[in-house]
Nanobody, 121 residues
Framework: QVQLVESGGGLVQAGGSLRLSCAAS????????MAWFRQAPGKEREFVAR????????YYADSVKGRFTISRGNVKNMVFLQMNSLKPEDTAVYYC??????????????WGQGTQVTVSS
């Protein structure tokens, strides 16, 4: 099992920045990649960004490309999401996930509990 705990959410004005953190524990050696997803009220959960542990390769949703940056810590237990130029439409619960990449698609095996990000206009 892998446990994931997110932190860093909050309320910010449009144009502002937030940095989310995700701490992983447990059988992290079994994790190939980490990712962030988000879910806004009344909408389905959507992919935001992912990073592979071994090579640090990153991939972003078009809606956040150029504004968000995913990174990992020096040891295999932390992943971050730096969010700049935030927009009201970025308001959502943000979830950290751990899993694998199959045929170019991230497949989550573990989820965190989520952290709320609210962007005011």
């Amino acid at each position: 099992q892998v446990q994931l705990v997110e932190s860093g959410g909050g309320l910010v004005q449009a144009g502002g920045s937030l940095r989310l953190s995700c701490a992983a524990s447990g059988r992290t050696f079994s994790v190939y990649a980490m990712a962030w997803f988000r879910q806004a009220p009344g909408k389905e959960r959507e992919f935001v960004a992912r990073i592979s542990w071994s090579l640090g390769r990153t991939y972003y949703a078009d809606s956040v490309k150029g504004r968000f940056t995913i990174s990992r810590g020096n040891v295999k237990n932390m992943v971050f999401l730096q969010m700049n130029s935030l927009k009201p439409e970025d308001t959502a619960v943000y979830y950290c996930a751990a899993g694998a990449v199959l045929s170019g698609t991230f497949t989550p095996n573990y989820w965190g509990q989520g952290t709320q990000v609210t962007v005011s206009s």
